[in-house]
């Protein structure tokens, strides 16, 4: 599986490591289409008029870079992390990119 860093890199990583980013490797970055293909496992994904505007990804195997490739929803409003595997430095990260996001994580 790849995984994307922050900085643009692409990295090795094992399959099970992030549901997120393996889906978007299988289709093709297209991060509509990967949050549709893992929302049948792990995530629960709601969308308003065609915009996704919340999600929820508690007790996921999501990491800090499957979190950063959620950087660019715009209509976002809240985010559950909770248990997951996401860390600190992630977290702050994601809430200086998008501050307007309501972030959810213990």
Request: negative net charge; hydrophobic residues 40%.
């Amino acid at each position: 599986m790849i995984r994307w860093e922050t900085d643009g890199s692409v990295r090795q990583m094992e399959a099970t490591e992030d549901p997120l980013l393996q889906a978007l490797s299988d289709n093709g970055d297209d991060l509509e289409a990967a949050l549709k293909s893992v929302a049948r496992a792990e995530v629960c994904v709601v969308v308003t008029a065609g915009n996704i505007v919340g999600l929820n990804l508690d007790d996921s195997k999501i990491t800090d870079a499957g979190l950063a490739k959620l950087e660019g929803l715009e209509h976002l409003r809240w985010i559950g992390l909770a248990r997951s595997g996401v860390t600190e430095d992630g977290l702050k990260q994601f809430r200086a990119a998008r501050p307007e996001c309501n972030v959810l994580h213990t």
